[in-house]
């Protein structure tokens, strides 16, 4: 399985997919927001999403897994 790691220290602000979503490589699937900045974080590759590990409101730091791929 492939993951998606957040790239910053952040509180998870949106997202924009559900678990068994098809996403193409470039797509926004979260916006972070970091000192009043939205942040959005793009999948890296093309899949489904298998898992998604964080909530609206949830911390995140850099290197946290936010999203599992098939």
Same mark, same amino acid.
């Given at each position: 399985? @492939?993951?998606?790691?957040?790239?910053?220290?952040?509180t998870?602000?949106?997202?924009?997919?559900?678990?068994?979503?098809e996403?193409?490589?470039?797509?926004?699937?979260?916006?972070?927001?970091?000192? @009043?900045?939205?942040i959005?974080?793009?999948a890296?590759t093309?899949?489904?999403?298998?898992?998604i590990?964080?909530?609206?409101?949830?911390f995140?730091?850099?290197?946290?897994v936010l999203?599992?791929f098939e």
């Amino acid at each position: 399985m @492939k993951q998606l790691l957040s790239t910053m220290a952040g509180t998870v602000f949106t997202i924009g997919v559900s678990e068994g979503d098809e996403v193409t490589a470039g797509q926004t699937v979260l916006v972070l927001e970091s000192m @009043k900045m939205e942040i959005p974080i793009e999948a890296e590759t093309a899949g489904k999403v298998a898992t998604i590990n964080a909530r609206i409101g949830d911390f995140v730091n850099e290197g946290d897994v936010l999203l599992t791929f098939e």
